[in-house]
């Protein structure tokens, strides 16, 4: 699960990142931001959030970010198949 919230911060908005399980790779418009558990300062206006972690399917989502905003955003990150798993093999 990864639980990313707004918090307000002087000047510019700002995100709390973290998973279950942890950590993961959190990026803002294809740049890597951190890991979580992470602070993000993102500028105001719309950014696409790419949440990556291995063994793990990529979580996307696009939010938009304003100076002094509180909001939550909720994902879950699903399992990722092997190869044996997808073909029927234990």
Known sequence: MVFLSTCTWPALPCQTAETNPGPASVYADGNFVGSTPASLKLSPGEHH???????????????????????HITANLEKQKSNAQENGSQ
């Open 49 to 71: 959030l790419r949440v990556a972690m291995d063994g793990y399917k990529e979580w996307t989502q696009t939010v938009a970010a304003q100076t002094g905003a509180e909001g």
